[in-house]
């Protein structure tokens, strides 16, 4: 196993620091400013070009489990009811098991995707939409329905503690493009155009040792300063086993740096909470990190993002 250095603290990016940042990541994300974003990178040649990376035919899950149990993470879990149960009046003739979920999107627990429309920034959406375009009835632009169609791409897992040699990044510590760039060398994998790249940053193997903890005020994910690394390679889609953003936040005044620069600068979809401890074994097994990856987020028109289950194609 390749071993990389543990940066020191994180940089801490003044307003103005950060404001340049996005002016130079807005302006290089300028093909995709449409209401696909980054999506349009996943052309008919380039997903057909992806097939040639089905080998095996072996398929893994990129999801956790949806959790209905209350936790210092997950305070408004989701609400699993059955509404029909075998202990109804069954006998006899055809009957039916039945259930129903209710669940927050955009928690600190869940596997979802963010839309476009989830980010709102100085008052305006991805591509200066207006923020009024979202109302109590739902988004009238951006929303997750641009993805209806799926998303289906080359799929690259650069895994952080794998390269520092360590099983996960503690809470706070933070990822660079100088990590990025490391992985890459570490896993002989390149990240190109229109790759969809998850980040492992161990947060689901810390959680399932340890506990659940705030996540909300303590997590590894990645610093601001690593969009340069996404934006260079024009990746189209980005995923972490965490927020994507770490906490306490390293930029004066904005909470959630790297929400603000992918999904408002740049328009590229985000995937939170995902768990990388299936595939990352199977990828080691195999000697690549990369595959086949299709996304199919529910057709919820009008919403911020859905729950989702990715899966990789080996």
């Known amino acids: ?34 209401d696909r974003g980054t999506l349009v990178a996943l052309t008919p040649a380039r997903v057909l070009a992806t097939t040639r990376e089905v080998r095996t035919g072996r398929t893994v899950t990129l999801a956790a489990p949806v959790e209905t149990r209350p936790g210092p993470d997950n ?22 098991a039945m259930d129903s979920f209710a669940m927050n999107v955009h928690g600190d627990a ?38 209806r169609d799926g998303i289906v791409g080359r799929g690259v897992l650069l895994d952080i503690p794998r390269l520092r040699g360590v099983p996960w990044l503690e809470p706070g510590d933070h990822v660079n493009a100088d990590d990025l760039t490391a992985a890459e060398t570490a896993q ?39 969009l340069e690394f996404l934006a260079e390679r024009r990746v189209a889609v980005l995923g972490g086993d965490g927020n994507n953003d770490t906490a306490p936040s390293s930029t004066e005044g904005v909470g959630f740096p790297v929400h603000v620069l992918a999904v408002h600068a740049m328009g590229l979809h985000l995937l939170d909470y995902l768990q990388f401890e299936d595939l990352a074994p199977v990828c080691e097994a195999e000697g690549r990190w990369s595959f086949l990856c299709a996304i199919a987020p529910l057709r919820l028109p009008g919403a911020t993002g859905s729950p989702v289950n990715p899966i990789a194609v080996l």
């Open 188 to 226: 002989h994998v390149h990240v190109g155009e229109g790759d969809l790249l998850f980040v492992r940053v161990g947060h689901r193997k810390r959680r399932g040792e340890l506990g659940a903890w705030h996540a909300a005020d303590a997590r590894a994910g990645l610093h601001p300063s690593a």
């Open 75 to 96: 305070p408004d879990p989701a609400r699993h009811r059955m509404s029909v149960r075998p202990e109804d009046d069954t006998v006899g003739g055809l009957h039916f």
């Open 1 to 34: 196993m390749a071993t990389h250095a543990r940066p020191a603290g994180p940089p801490r990016l003044t307003a103005a620091e950060f404001d340049a940042l996005y002016r130079r990541l807005f302006s290089r994300a300028a093909w995709a400013r449409g």
């Open 110 to 147: 869940d596997s979802h995707i963010d839309a476009l429309c989830h980010v709102i920034y100085d008052g305006t959406l991805h591509g200066g939409v207006a923020a009024s375009s979202v109302t109590s009835g739902g988004a009238e632009a951006l929303s997750i329905e641009v993805a």
